[in-house]
């Protein structure tokens, strides 16, 4: 961390503050933030947040022993010998606003990622883009709610040059709540969707929640949009910050074309840009992986990148694990692991590559959440989608498992089966499977497919 007092962090958050009598520690300089009491080490500055079956608060104690120089607190307590209480009416608030000081320290472009599917992947693409010129600092995993934003921020050291930020959602005013602390030059919406339909109501509230990144954004700044979002496509008019599309069907600005699969190992495609044109691989397969790759290009042209640095970038992308990493089993079985999360999009797409796919193609699917009242009609869609010649055996795990296996049954699929939790199939379907299989595994968060990745690998 770049170098900031205990003073500094009190004023920005309005905090009481509260030392051991005879003690004057405001000018110590905190080294590190965290919420999390196991790595609290000398310096550090803990925030104790309430959980649902825990609430941090219980481990002040605990942290002040451990060497932390200072902890926020909801409520007054006693205080050791060289550790400081800060009081605030709200840790969670408190946190971003200690983030949102400390963000203003620096003085570097912030690139905002968000979007309804693959914005996780689109902000690493974009990452390994731009360190190839800039020392980049970007989200760790999927930390990108109102925790994960400002413990990104704070993980900002004084050689980072850029800032990548991803920002999810799934209500409306919660990106708004986090670009008002990050305030990024550079906004990217990767597309559009119906993730979080349930919450936001339709398409068009799902694009109203999104747009919420340009919200501060001056015509100085720079809008990243997919031109080959139908959604997004209506918002150029609407938008202070100047627009630059990507996409591959649309052959706007930035754009990719001459894709050629190379199934499990990727896609070839040519990069068009403003200042040239340069061919390609994109290390993971799908189609999507390569609008990602106009995504991350379009990126590095706004921060001044050259096309051999662009390409580099991408050849060098390495997925996040539990995003469509390919494994292989000793028993003779190619695992598309792509478990990290599922809507209906990004299901269809990870299906665009288990088509590819050499034998015999099986699609594990389960539970796609935060859909509403379309669940039952978008997981029958993604079964008839799987019967359109992506998937020879489609295996349906949790909820809605009927009505995707109803799809699947009505699109012409004979090998269906559905099981009520990933358990049932290991006690009762893990003979389905077989030698030579490749296998997407795919479902939301909540379903934890990664345990039955984990049984497939033969790991106790």
Not at 79 to 87: D, T
Not at 97 to 114: K, M, V
Not at 284 to 310: Q, R
Request: with cysteine.
């Amino acid at each position: 961390m770049k170098k900031i007092t205990i003073k500094e962090i009190a004023q920005a958050t309005h905090a009481m503050i509260y030392t051991a009598e005879g003690q004057d520690a405001l000018e110590s300089v905190i080294s590190h933030v965290t919420i999390d009491s196991r790595t609290v080490t000398d310096g550090s500055l803990f925030v104790p947040l309430k959980g649902e079956k825990t609430d941090g608060h219980q481990f002040i104690d605990q942290c002040f022993a451990k060497g932390a120089a200072a902890c926020f607190s909801q409520e007054k307590r006693e205080v050791p010998k060289n550790g400081v209480l800060l009081v605030v009416e709200d840790c969670r608030k408190a946190l971003l606003e200690a983030a949102r000081y400390y963000r203003s320290l620096f003085d570097i472009p912030f690139i905002g990622i968000t979007g309804s599917v693959g914005k996780t992947t689109t902000k690493d693409m974009v990452a390994s883009v731009l360190s190839q010129k800039y020392c980049t600092l970007w989200t760790d995993g999927n930390y990108n709610n109102d925790i994960g934003v400002p413990l990104t921020l704070f993980r900002l050291e004084e050689n980072h040059e850029v800032a990548v930020i991803e920002m999810g959602m799934n209500h409306f005013g919660e990106i708004h709540q986090l670009v008002d602390i990050v305030r990024p030059q550079v906004g990217l919406i990767s597309n559009v969707g119906v993730a979080h339909i349930e919450f936001l109501g339709s398409r068009e509230g799902i694009l109203k929640a999104k747009c919420e990144l340009f919200d501060f954004m001056t015509e100085k700044d720079t809008a990243i949009l997919n031109a080959d979002n139908d959604m997004l496509q209506t918002v150029e008019s609407q938008l202070s910050p100047k627009v630059r599309w990507f996409g591959v069907e649309n052959k706007k600005d930035i754009y990719a074309d001459s894709l050629e699969p190379m199934g499990m190992e990727g896609t070839k495609c040519v990069l068009h840009t403003e200042i040239g044109s340069i061919p390609v691989v994109v290390p993971v397969p799908g189609n999507h992986m390569v609008l990602n790759a106009a995504s991350a290009a379009t990126a590095g042209i706004v921060l001044g990148l050259s096309l051999e640095e662009i390409r580099r970038g991408i050849e060098n992308f390495v997925p996040t694990k539990n995003r469509m990493s390919i494994l292989h089993t000793e028993g003779g079985m190619t695992l598309l692991n792509d478990v990290y999360n599922a809507n209906p999009v990004s299901t269809k797409a990870s299906l665009d590559i288990l088509a590819q796919a050499k034998g015999r193609r099986v699609a594990f699917l389960g539970f796609m959440g935060e859909l509403g009242t379309y669940a039952p009609a978008m997981h029958k869609e993604v079964g008839a989608y799987a019967a359109e010649g992506k998937a020879d055996v489609l295996i349906c795990v949790g909820k809605c498992n009927a009505d995707m296996a109803e799809g699947g049954k009505a699109g012409g699929m004979g090998a269906v089966y559905c099981f009520d939790t990933q358990e049932q199939f290991w006690q009762e379907g893990m003979g389905l499977l077989q030698k030579g299989d490749t296998i997407l595994l795919k479902a939301s968060r909540s379903m934890g497919f990664e345990k039955t990745v984990e049984k497939l690998q033969g790991v106790k």
